[in-house]
């Protein structure tokens, strides 16, 4: 579904991404694991469009997307969770799940969506009218992650869902996940707690200052010594 | 000076104070998308009066046609601006924007002064011959009394927009959080440009009823309205429009009072100070509130 292919983005001369190359498959839930620094926020900014790749190509769904602007790359179906969630603080809930909507033009079912999302998530439905900054960090992860399903994704992109999160929240994020995966959607997720990321993963991705090191299914994770010593502590 | 003068004074100052509150508007809702200050907003502002005037001299208008024509005609020029000040010039150098407004401020006014012979022209004002008395000694000007409802209409209007539309929302997103509203897929740039015209409608409109009421459209009225306008903003704290209201109401009352107090020549000293006292005690403008954006 999504093949990303020899990708350079720099931050002026500083290359963080020196030519990655994944795919994500249809259907799967692919995780991107790897330690601080090493490029995963780089390259999901640049799948979802707000960093330009010096360098490289990604298809989706055959269509070269690389270095098209966010706007046309949500319309594509490719929607980003940013690191850090990122919501509109002084936007009330409602106004920033509307939000999400904004490059669909169909009313009536954005006004249903909105609903659905209130029913997957009953606390957003109770402070819809709560300004987006008054919620707790679960909360607001929860909010930008219905944000980005309100603009209907095919390939949901999700940076860090758990970070800084209570143990019980991340439970959460990542059942949601699951759920989400088993109606259909496609999950490429950035995630540092490779414990977490086996319960949902089909596919897993290393990478280490902006090169893919490995790539391989959770058995295979499992078998790899070095990543179970770095990613999985000792006892598994 | 007693009490009906102190009185008449203020609610007149507070009437015409309705065109700075609008300005203001403009000033901070530029500042609030874009973070950056356009300087070049009050030179929009006229220059929209002056195109309504420009059409007037060649096929007559009545005098509401001509608001709208000066509302037309500033959202162009802000258009313009916004082309020439922001589109093409990189975001990472803001002495770049910020000199562009100036040079486009110089320029607008060099066009008006070429274009009129530096002369002032005469605008046509609505209701000017209207008065209401109250009571015995107070009286409401007609003309300051329809520019007050005009602002308090366009307001209304922008406040619609703002926060019923999707236009808004986008307008607000990317004022609050550019990368999550690109996320959403919400363009940047659009919402950039729409905001310039929105603003350029609104300051047309401002424009046209400084013109009415002082009765000439004047090449020196740009200078004066445009540190009127960065003070207000000031004074209601950069990227507040409800500050932005109550500051120009408030701007506007002070310095007819001073004006009826210490004369026309004294007035904008006693602004200045007010300024100075805001920034001083109240830097962050009256709605002070530190607007986080991570
Ligand atoms: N805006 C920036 N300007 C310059 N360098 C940057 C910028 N953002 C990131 N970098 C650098 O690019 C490299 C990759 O950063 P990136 O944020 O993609 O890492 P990450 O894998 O997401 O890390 P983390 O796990 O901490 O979120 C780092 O060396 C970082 O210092
Ligand atoms: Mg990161």
Redo the contacts with the bound molecule.
């Keep these: 579904m999504l093949e990303v292919n020899d990708i350079v983005t720099a ?2 001369k ?1 290359e ?2 020196k030519g990655v190359d994944l795919a994500v498959s249809q259907g799967q839930v692919t995780c991107l694991l ?12 640049t799948i979802a469009g707000i960093l330009r790749p010096k360098r490289g190509s990604i298809r989706f769904n055959g269509q070269d997307i690389a270095g098209k602007p966010a706007r046309m790359i949500v319309e594509q179906g490719i929607v980003l969770v940013p ?1 850090n969630r990122l919501v509109f603080r002084d936007m009330t809930v409602e106004e920033n799940l509307m939000a999400g909507a904004f490059s669909r033009s169909d009313g009536k079912t954005v006004q249903s969506d909105l609903e659905a999302m209130y029913e997957r998530f009953p606390h957003l439905q109770e402070r819809s009218t709560q300004y987006a900054g008054t919620l707790s960090g679960g909360e607001q992860q929860m909010l930008a992650i219905s944000r980005a399903l309100m603009a209907r994704p095919r390939l949901l992109l999700m ?2 869902p758990s ?1 800084g999160l209570a143990p019980l929240i991340v439970e959460d994020i990542f059942r949601i996940i699951r759920e989400l995966n088993d109606e259909g959607m496609t999950v490429f997720v ?1 995630e ?1 707690n490779a414990r977490m990321a086996l319960q949902v993963a089909d596919h897993f991705y290393l ?1 280490e ?2 090169k893919v090191v490995f790539d391989g299914t959770p058995g295979e994770m499992e078998e790899d010594e070095v990543i179970k010593r770095a990613y999985l502590g000792k006892k598994i | 000076m007693d009490l009906v003068d102190f009185v008449q004074s203020i609610t007149d100052g507070l009437l015409f104070g309705a065109t700075y509150a609008l300005i203001g508007i403009g000033f901070t809702m530029i500042f609030g998308v874009m973070h950056k200050i356009n300087l070049a907003y009050a030179a929009t502002s006229i220059a929209g009066a002056y195109v309504s005037w420009a059409v007037g001299t060649l096929l007559p208008l009545p005098a509401l046609v001509t608001f709208v024509v000066a509302a037309i005609g500033g959202g162009i020029v802000g258009y313009l601006v916004y082309l020439c000040c922001f589109k093409f010039i990189p975001v990472t150098s803001p002495l770049a924007t910020l000199l562009g407004t100036v040079g486009m401020l110089i320029l607008i006014d060099e066009i008006i002064v070429h274009e009129t012979n530096g002369m002032p022209q005469p605008y046509p004002a609505l209701f000017d011959d209207v008065y209401f008395e109250i009571g015995e000694f107070y009286g409401i000007r007609g003309d300051l009394l329809f520019i007050f409802f005009l602002s308090l209409i366009a307001t209304a209007i922008l406040l619609y927009i703002l926060y019923r539309t999707k236009l808004g929302i986008a307008t607000r997103a990317v004022a609050q959080q550019p990368v999550a509203a690109q996320l959403c897929g919400i363009s940047i740039e659009r919402t950039n440009a729409s905001t310039f015209v929105i603003t350029g409608l609104l300051g047309g409109l401002a424009g046209a009823m400084i013109g009415a009421s002082v009765g000439v459209l004047s090449p020196l009225l740009t200078l004066p309205i445009t540190i009127k306008g960065l003070i207000v903003t000031v004074i209601g704290g950069l990227g507040s429009i409800p500050g932005a209201i109550i500051a120009g109401l408030l701007v506007g009352a002070f310095e007819n009072f001073f004006q009826a107090l210490r004369g026309v020549t004294e007035r904008d000293m006693y602004v200045m100070l007010l300024l100075f006292a805001f920034l001083t005690f109240r830097p962050g403008g009256i709605f002070s509130k530190t607007t986080s954006r991570d």
């Design positions: 931050y002026g500083i963080a991404l790897g330690p601080n620094g090493a490029g995963k926020t780089t390259l999901m900014m690191e940076d860090e970070l950035v540092q990478i200052q902006g």
